[in-house]
């Protein structure tokens, strides 16, 4: 395995550090880790997984795969900077909105690039991570992205063209879930439970409902109309549901995430 010289330090370089020590996918001391802002915040991981504390983006001349793990609107920055460092090392940005091929012409097209979409379920290593390689990645250099990226959760390879779209689904997909769950939350509390045993009910429920979807694959669709008996209670509420229009609501929010992400992409791109 290649060092990683990894350019940030906020919540998703640790949660990749976390999985890859964790699941001993890369020694410790093989990572090397550039934090330019937060000194201290180098030390803290460095006490915590064992990682090198990096100096310098010269320090990319070491490592055979660099980690962009920065604010999108600092990536192409930092890619122009480190490009007299780079040598055809495996380039993986976690930035959304930036394209492959601004990243390849901000780094000069001295690195195999693969764009990544991780959500925020990687913290606890139950990710979804989109991932899109270059074309002139070898499969070798993509299957390496995927294999360290699995240590987060599940890595699903597409076409660039989609990642805008799974921005939409994976990305924001947890705070969608999070505001369908709010109103359970809200709705099991004015029924007479603490907040404390309405979240305990609503989190089992959600997880025991993705088991069960794996396991048994099953569609969301085929699952319900097995939970679904004609006239029962969860007949009642969807009816409430679907008066409501809550289905055509959630597509459409989902359209105008993935819209927002491309838009998103256009300004981060005019710093070119």
Not at 243 to 271: F, K, P, S
Request: hydrophobic share 45%; charged share 20%.
């Amino acid at each position: 395995m290649d060092d990683i010289f990894i350019l940030g330090a906020g919540a998703m370089a640790e949660s990749f550090i976390k999985g890859v020590v964790a699941q001993q996918a890369v020694h410790p001391a093989r990572i090397r880790v550039l934090n330019r802002s937060n000194r201290d915040r180098l030390a803290q991981l460095q006490q915590l997984y064992g990682i090198t504390p990096a100096s310098s983006l010269a320090e990319v001349s070491q490592s055979g795969v660099v980690i962009l793990s920065i604010k999108p609107y600092d990536v192409l920055a930092a890619c122009k900077e480190m490009a007299d460092y780079l040598s055809g090392q495996t380039l993986i940005s976690f930035a959304a909105g930036i394209s492959i091929a601004a990243i390849q012409r901000a780094s000069c097209g001295k690195a195999q690039v693969v764009r990544t979409m991780p959500n925020v379920p990687v913290a606890v290593m139950a990710g979804a991570i989109a991932l899109a390689a270059a074309p002139d990645v070898s499969a070798k250099r993509r299957d390496e992205a995927v294999r360290l990226l699995s240590q987060l959760g599940e890595v699903v390879v597409m076409e660039e063209a989609m990642i805008d779209a799974a921005t939409a689904v994976s990305g924001s997909g947890p705070g969608f879930l999070s505001y369908l769950l709010e109103a359970m939350e809200q709705a099991a509390i004015e029924l007479g439970f603490t907040p404390e045993l309405a979240r305990r009910l609503i989190i089992q429920t959600v997880i025991g409902t993705a088991h069960v979807l794996r396991e048994w694959e099953l569609s969301p669709g085929e699952l319900r109309e097995r939970v679904t008996s004609p006239n029962g209670t969860t007949h009642a509420g969807l009816q409430v549901l679907a008066g409501r229009g809550v289905q055509q609501a959630i597509v459409d929010a989902m359209r105008q995430a993935a819209i927002r992400a491309e838009e998103m992409g256009l300004e981060y791109t005019r710093q070119e």
